[in-house]
């Protein structure tokens, strides 16, 4: 098959895989397409569940499927989900890095004391100006969105990220930073073409976000922060980054689905699950950790991937499949970042395989002391839904939960024996005590 012959999408709960070190165009994905490793299907022996919180399968017992439950089939991974990166050189560095905006312009001054993350966040039914096209779109957004440089001691590369407070606190991709973290420098470029240092505040891999502070600047412009729980499928978006190294690139196209969840391998086989908004406005190597922007001018989610047709050669760009986190999602996350510089996330407690009749998630394995054991989820039942939204694998669950935030009251929908029950769990914690 060449690579530009049309592939299918792959089913939920398997992997997709993330860009590793650099190619002949400084970018490349993690493995040649088709050799991302799968998951055995439920029912081998040693069968793999997926962990609930890093989104990577460890091998765990397998329990008797729930009456009426099949063996889901392996299938073919055949488009890779890559972070979008651009400008990695020399071997891997710990994490993908990627590129910015820059525009001509002169950044328009705001407040010291303005703080996105202060502010409530503006939705559908709030007052705000919409822009009549994306011209006005991208001249509001251009001051607030910055080039971020990476150099370790094994390479450099390029990414984006959005200013969220006028003194430099800046939201963008772990992936982007993570190789930083262990001692490495970032340098933040600015659409004046003025530039400062930077610090990571905090970065989650769990989430694929991540906090910096740009050092000695003032006068900044945040971004202003949507809702993404308002989008619609339908609904006009933009997206702002520097795909390739071409910096000030704007691209635009629609909400093409929500709650879509993809699952990406990341550095040092690091996981996570994105409950993403999918779009097809244009995003390629060099927009991760750069904002999708509804037509008032607010961002709705942060770029980080895309789906792209599986090649040898290890290269890929845009094919109008697009995947970004949910503002609502990354707000909470900045906020803690911001806070103590450690997100939390929501755990319900379960080891998840694929389940395809009825389709589901089938649990593995239930924690001790956990709030499914509390809820009285067993091994072998399949969730099926998460209040209204319904699940078509382990990948579904994990975005789902993911998507709540600890202490959260779910309605969880499940089969046992071939009988439907609903049980209301109160979410937990992955912080060391709850």
């Keep these: 098959m060449s690579p530009n012959d049309t592939q299918p999408i792959p089913q939920s709960g398997e992997p997709w895989r993330t860009p590793g070190q650099s190619g002949p165009a400084g970018w490349s994905s993690a493995s040649p397409a088709g050799s991302a490793a799968e998951p055995p299907p439920l029912g081998d022996a040693g069968a793999a569940f997926r962990s609930e919180q890093t989104g990577t399968y460890g091998a765990g017992p397998v329990p008797a499927p729930a009456r009426g439950t099949s063996r889901p089939r392996r299938s073919l991974v055949t488009l890779a989900l890559v972070a979008v990166t651009s400008g990695l050189i020399g071997g891997g560095a710990g994490a993908a890095t990627y590129s910015l905006v820059h525009d001509d312009s002169t950044?328009?001054?705001?407040?010291?004391?303005?703080?996105?993350?202060?502010?409530?966040?503006?939705?559908?039914?709030?007052?705000?100006?919409?822009?009549?096209?994306?011209?006005?779109?991208?001249?509001?957004?251009?001051?607030?969105?910055?080039?971020?440089?990476?150099?370790?001691?094994?390479?450099?590369?390029?990414?984006?990220?959005?200013?969220?407070?006028?003194?430099?606190?800046?939201?963008?991709?772990?992936?982007?930073?993570?190789?930083?973290?262990?001692?490495?420098?970032?340098?933040?470029?600015?659409?004046?073409?003025?530039?400062?240092?930077?610090?990571?505040?905090?970065?989650?891999?769990?989430?694929?976000?991540?906090?910096?502070?740009?050092?000695?600047?003032?006068?900044?412009?945040?971004?202003?922060?949507?809702?993404?729980?308002?989008?619609?499928?339908?609904?006009?978006?933009?997206?702002?980054?520097?795909?390739?190294?071409?910096?000030?690139?704007?691209?635009?196209?629609?909400?093409?689905?929500?709650?879509?969840?993809?699952?990406?391998?990341?550095?040092?086989?690091?996981?996570?699950?994105?409950?993403?908004?999918?779009?097809?406005?244009?995003?390629?190597?060099?927009?991760?950790?750069?904002?999708?922007?509804?037509?008032?001018?607010?961002?709705?989610?942060?770029?980080?991937?895309?789906?792209?047709?599986?090649?040898?050669?290890g290269e890929s760009g845009s094919i109008g499949l697009g995947f970004s986190i949910p503002i609502d999602q990354a707000k909470r996350i900045a906020q803690e970042l911001e806070n103590g510089g450690t997100a939390v996330h929501a755990q319900l407690g379960v080891s998840v395989g694929d389940s395809s009749k009825p389709s589901g998630a089938v649990v593995g394995q239930v924690t001790t002391g956990s709030a499914a054991e509390a809820a009285g989820l067993r091994d072998g039942d399949v969730i099926t839904a998460i209040g209204d939204r319904r699940l078509d694998g382990a990948d579904s669950l994990v975005a789902a939960i993911r998507s709540e935030a600890p202490g959260d009251k779910v309605k969880i929908s499940f089969v046992r024996g071939g009988e439907t029950k609903t049980v209301t769990v109160t979410l937990g914690s992955d912080q060391a005590g709850t």
């Design 107 to 313: 950044a328009t001054t705001g407040t010291s004391s303005t703080n996105s993350l202060d502010t409530a966040s503006t939705t559908s039914t709030t007052p705000a100006r919409a822009y009549s096209d994306v011209e006005q779109v991208a001249a509001a957004l251009l001051p607030s969105v910055v080039s971020i440089q990476v150099v370790t001691g094994q390479g450099a590369g390029t990414g984006t990220g959005v200013i969220l407070s006028a003194d430099g606190l800046i939201l963008t991709n772990n992936h982007v930073v993570e190789s930083a973290a262990q001692g490495g420098q970032l340098t933040v470029h600015f659409n004046d073409g003025s530039t400062a240092s930077a610090s990571i505040v905090g970065h989650d891999p769990v989430t694929d976000l991540a906090l910096i502070k740009a050092k000695g600047v003032s006068g900044l412009k945040p971004a202003q922060l949507g809702s993404s729980g308002d989008l619609k499928v339908g609904e006009q978006v933009v997206a702002i980054g520097s795909p390739l190294g071409l910096q000030g690139t704007v691209t635009t196209g629609i909400v093409s689905a929500l709650q879509r969840p993809v699952s990406t391998s990341g550095s040092g086989g690091q996981g996570t699950v994105i409950d993403a908004i999918q779009t097809d406005a244009a995003i390629n190597p060099g927009n991760s950790g750069g904002p999708l922007v509804d037509m008032s001018g607010r961002v709705v989610g942060i770029n980080s991937a895309i789906a792209t047709l599986g090649s040898s050669s």
